[in-house]
């Protein structure tokens, strides 16, 4: 189904888009009236973790334009990794050692974009006659 494509294509620029939201707002301890995003955590140890997400996705997004099965297998494997990369920020960043932040909508699009891509490899386009297994 080629909305299947379009949708993965939507998904990794949501990806994007969303590692420079706020993921979270914390007001605690050394941090005061800070707002963490994927690329930019402050003096957290987080360091940047929408980077292995973003990388990963960009893998996916070639994958879905070549019409090969070894392509398409490749581009679930990707998309598995970004899923749990997604579910791993999201519990990364929601609660720690007793507390828990404020969450912010940058985290939540986060996971929504990781399932439209996930979404998008189980169900890949392929075109009449060009899959070929080899």
Request: with cysteine; aromatic share 16%.
């Amino acid at each position: 189904m080629k909305i299947f494509r379009t949708i993965g294509i939507a998904a990794v620029i949501l990806l994007f888009i969303s590692a420079y939201l706020p993921w979270v707002y914390i007001n605690f301890g050394k941090l005061h009236n800070a707002f963490l995003t994927g690329m930019n955590t402050g003096i957290t140890e987080y360091g940047k973790p929408a980077i292995l997400g973003l990388f990963f996705s960009l893998l996916f997004l070639i994958t879905i334009f070549i019409p090969k099965v070894w392509a398409k297998r490749t581009g679930i494997l990707f998309a598995v990794i970004v899923l749990a990369w997604g579910i791993r920020n999201y519990f990364l960043f929601t609660c720690e050692m007793g507390y828990c932040p404020h969450r912010q909508v940058g985290l939540y699009l986060t996971v929504l974009a990781s399932l439209a891509i996930m979404a998008s490899a189980l169900m890949p386009y392929v075109p009449e006659g060009k899959m070929e297994e080899k």
